[in-house]
């Protein structure tokens, strides 16, 4: 069981502890809440407010349409998920010195992955996999976990992709967590945690 969310701290740190078993990394998502490793503890999260894509506003550039039009790169979903999540975890990143991605968050998603929860989004180019995104699926919703991105632009059009794909298949909420650049440009935005919350709760019925 987890606090009510509006019992988080202003940073918005719900609860520390327990453990990333299938059961309670759902019974998190459910409630709009996501886990973050600093040191040996997991911390569990739900900012307010959360910064969330509506698949109806993605942005997609001049650039970046062209690119798609251009077949630019494979886009595949679901071959090379423990790949994925392996980039995620050891590409390095500007400002970044470490990553919250352990070996147990790696082996948890992984379970997740093989129970149909967890799914890869996939940038290939000449066989080989450059970039790309995993997160949870869940009703209508994606909560967005990590990206990486070894090629220009493969990470941008991986999420480009594949929101294309959850629209088309009725997701209407993506979670992006908390705010990036990145992730703005593309279209997402601020919401309210108690708006965010309730539109979980019908989204995941």
């Not at 910064?51 to 039009?69: G, Y």
């Not at 290939?124 to 209508?140: A, E, P, S, T």
């Not at 090629?151 to 993506?174: D, H, M, P, T």
């Amino acid at each position: 069981m987890f606090p009510p969310v509006d019992q988080a701290e202003p940073d918005g740190l719900l609860a520390v502890g327990g453990d990333l078993s299938v059961g309670r990394l759902l019974l998190a998502y459910r409630q709009g809440i996501f886990p973050w490793y600093e040191g040996k503890h997991i911390l569990w999260w739900s900012p307010d407010p959360r910064f969330v894509l509506f698949p109806d506003e993605l942005k997609e550039s001049k650039s970046m349409r062209q690119l798609i039009r251009k077949n630019a790169f494979d886009f595949r979903v679901d071959t090379a998920f423990s790949e994925v999540i392996t980039n995620c975890k050891t590409v390095a990143r500007r400002g970044q010195e470490s990553t919250w991605i352990t070996d147990e968050v790696r082996n948890a998603y992984i379970r997740l992955h093989k129970e149909g929860y967890a799914h890869s989004a996939e940038a290939w180019l000449d066989g080989k996999l450059v970039g790309g995104l995993y997160g949870i699926r869940m009703g209508r919703a994606f909560f967005g976990e990590s990206m990486f991105s070894k090629e220009s632009n493969a990470s941008k059009y991986a999420f480009i992709q594949y929101v294309r794909r959850l629209r088309g298949e009725g997701v209407e909420l993506i979670d992006c967590q908390v705010y990036t650049e990145h992730l703005e440009s593309l279209g997402a935005r601020m919401i309210p945690r108690s708006e965010f919350v309730k539109k979980l709760s019908s989204l995941l019925q």
